[in-house]
């Protein structure tokens, strides 16, 4: 083992030798699921580069996917919970940590229920798995995340700030509400230090939260082998506990988890007063909003892409820049027919595998103000609607469509409109891909304004030739 993890440490941490990196040969476990009581059998298997960490419903119908990215974070309430249209996978956690401690970058988790096993209630299993199978290094370079100035979130009692830094240090202090069992710890993540201080910290609760938890149908496969169950002073626990500050270090365990649903390690020093996971996903989407923050500001002070030569594009291609992060209003123009007044989309600011976010700013100009309405202008619902199908189209566009192909709108279900949107407003449009058959495409939209839901609905349309 201690071979294991000096090479590890020398392929992820030496600053010459920055690939990525994956299993060697497939491992598997079994078990029960914390919250669920499900039996499920997990298998880790090597992936490509590039592909990242996606989850894999084995027991469903199509076997679908689901990428381990805070986008796709659905729920938050006692462990990390991502979906994908009506597929989800409970207490991701664990096992997302055991993959980031030892620096793992692509992989895939197949299920056969909706979510891994627990085991002993650490990421001790997960991490004998990933020394079992061993590490190989990929031709592709990683990508790792600096901020270039301190992240801070601060939300009731819990304040997470992230200082640029040479590695990925965590300092810690955790304590319930009444401060007991106040714990603090820190430790400067290497795969070494990785197994050593955190992979074996346990769950925990406390005793009085128990009944509430079975309310809310959780935690039907806890027990004293998979949690530590603290009542008043005592601690009950089937073995004593691991560390003097085992509960801290579960926090940084979770931590580890839910902060590399951004996608790319960390190089920074985080300090974290009184984390959950509901902070450490918000905390995750704040750093990808200052990382495609970064990747803007970088695109728009680069060197155009090429006109001609190899560079170029071939006729009737989707532009280079649509199959990235960012497409411009003059792109949008090439992509969509739509023209003033019924183009609906002045930007797209993310495209992620089946997800996009664009922007429309909705200024006293827009013509259907005049008469939607005089003296009270409020934008007409059915353009919101409008809106959600142009941005779906955008996104078939740049998943396989090409500039000579149109989106044509062909239905709307359970369309919701929650509150006004007004001259001034930026109107947020995130779509979300939930089915393909052939050309004709099923998608989930959100119109927002600011953090509030402006209206939603499920679009059908389909791509066809011009």
Known sequence: MRNFLAKAASVLFNPSVLNQQTLNRPAEFSGVGLHSGNRVNMTILPAAANSGIRFRRVDLEGKPEIEARVENVAETNRSTTIAKGNVKIHTVEH???????????????ELDSNEPPIGDGSSREFSKLIQTAGIVPQAEKRELFTPSEPIELESGDTVMTLFPDDGFKITCTSADRNGRFTQFFSVELTPKTWERELA???TFCFFEEIEQLIKNNLIKGGCLENAIVIREDAVLTTEPLRYPEEFVRHKMLDIVGDLSLIGKPIRGHLIAVKPGHATNCEFARLIVAHMNKSLRAARAFGPPPPA????AEKPGAVPAASRGAVINI???????????????????TKIEENRIEAIKNVTINEPYFEGHFPGHPIMPGVLQLEAIAQVAGLLMMK????ARQLAYFMAANDVKWRKPVRPGDVLCIEVELMKTRGKICKAKGVCKVGDEIA???EVTFMLRDE
Do not use: K, W
Not at 95 to 109: C, E, H, K, R
């Open 330 to 348: 003059e792109e949008i123009q090439q992509l969509l027919p739509h023209r003033y007044p019924m183009l609906m989309v002045d930007c797209v």
């Open 399 to 402: 998943l396989g469509g090409t």
């Open 455 to 457: 209206s939603e609905a």
């Open 200 to 202: 074996h910290a346990r």
């Open 308 to 311: 001609s030569g190899n560079g």
């Open 95 to 109: 096992v997302l940590a055991a993959l980031a401690g030892f620096g793992i970058d692509n992989a895939v988790i």
